[in-house]
């Protein structure tokens, strides 16, 4: 148990990572009951790295015959609410899941996924970020999210907890390169991708998402720009600019509401710098070189 890290709950640690009390009430239920289906694909993501980005991604390729539409699910409802997360909504989805279709998404570790995710043939995608954004990404979502009377939540000190591994579902380098691993073993069911090279090939990484997902793009919808508006609909700009991002709210458990507008940030590769001193870089920078190294068969660079 640590009391340190977050403003709304201690974490507790389990299975070798750091959980609040209802995700890891969450995450043993599904351990222990989620029935996965063949045909199901799970986004996996730690915090911060991009999930609501993957999620509106996903939702809107596999969605796209409704992509003019005004009744885009993505225009009017949160990514979240889209694609709800595993441990989150688990009870809700036992009854609702098969009406809608199979996507659904998860902060679980991979060593800790239900057995029956890694035993069936459903397909996981992964997005993974830059340690240094990850840790200020996090810094400002814990201090918006973060009970008033826990007062100010000093950087320095997110920072030394982060670099022990103590952080929402880290360590982090555990989390990525738990899936990172497991996608050079079997690269049929995992897909890894980075937010960075996201944002810098949009175009490239969203065709091979699709084709992935089993829902590649023909020549016509590329000739027609698909990808493009796509890649427009699920922009940081777009969607931080929709009024339900702006001005509603999602209940990730009954208490605690998160506003929607807290996910919209900056959504910029390498904010870090206005936050973390040159000293903190190198040490995190060091640290994740020396996890990734240490670990012979990972052959992951790690920023
Ligand atoms: P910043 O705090 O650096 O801005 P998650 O969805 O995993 O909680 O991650 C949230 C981070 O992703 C935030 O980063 C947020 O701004 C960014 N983000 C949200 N939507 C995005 C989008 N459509 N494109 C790029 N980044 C996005």
Redesign the pocket.
């Known amino acids: 148990r640590n009391s340190e890290w977050t403003g709304f709950n201690d974490l507790f640690q389990y299975e070798g990572f750091w959980y609040t009390p209802k995700f890891l009430e969450g995450l043993i239920m599904a351990q222990e009951e989620f029935p996965a289906q063949p045909n199901d694909i799970i986004l996996c ?12 991604l996903s939702f809107a390729i596999m969605n796209r015959a409704c992509l003019d539409d005004t009744t885009n699910p993505l225009l009017l409802k949160t ?1 979240h609410e889209c694609i709800p997360f595993l441990e989150i909504g688990l009870f809700q989805l036992k009854t609702n899941r098969y009406q809608e279709f199979p996507l659904l998404a998860t902060h679980i570790p991979f060593a800790s996924l239900p057995e029956s995710i890694t035993s069936s043939d459903c397909k996981i995608v992964y ?1 993974c ?1 830059d340690p240094k ?1 990850v840790l ?2 996090l810094w ?2 814990i201090g918006n999210v973060r009970a008033k009377e826990k007062g100010h939540f000093p950087l320095e000190k997110a920072f030394d907890l982060f670099c022990q591994g103590v952080s929402l579902n880290g360590p982090y380098w555990d989390h990525v390169l738990g899936y990172w691993k497991a996608s050079l073993e079997w690269p049929e069911k995992i897909l890894f991708l980075k ?1 960075e090279e996201l ?1 810098k090939e949009a175009s490239f990484h969203v065709k091979r998402l699709a084709k992935f997902l089993s829902h590649p793009f023909s020549l016509d919808e590329e000739r027609e720009g698909v990808v493009e508006k796509i890649i427009q609909l ?3 700009q ?3 600019n929709l009024e339900v991002n702006k001005s509603g709210q999602y209940a990730l458990f009954a208490s605690l509401v998160v506003e929607n507008n807290r ?6 590769v390498g ?1 870090w710098k206005n936050c973390l001193t040159e000293e903190m870089k190198e040490d995190l920078q060091a640290l994740m070189a020396f996890k990734a190294a240490s670990d012979t068969s990972s052959k992951l660079t790690m920023w």
Do not use: M, Q
């Open positions: 993501s730690a915090p911060k790295t991009g999930t609501t980005w993957l999620k509106a990514p997005i970020r954004d200020v990404s400002h979502f937010y944002k699920c922009s940081f777009n969607l931080s996910y919209f940030r900056k959504g910029e904010d």
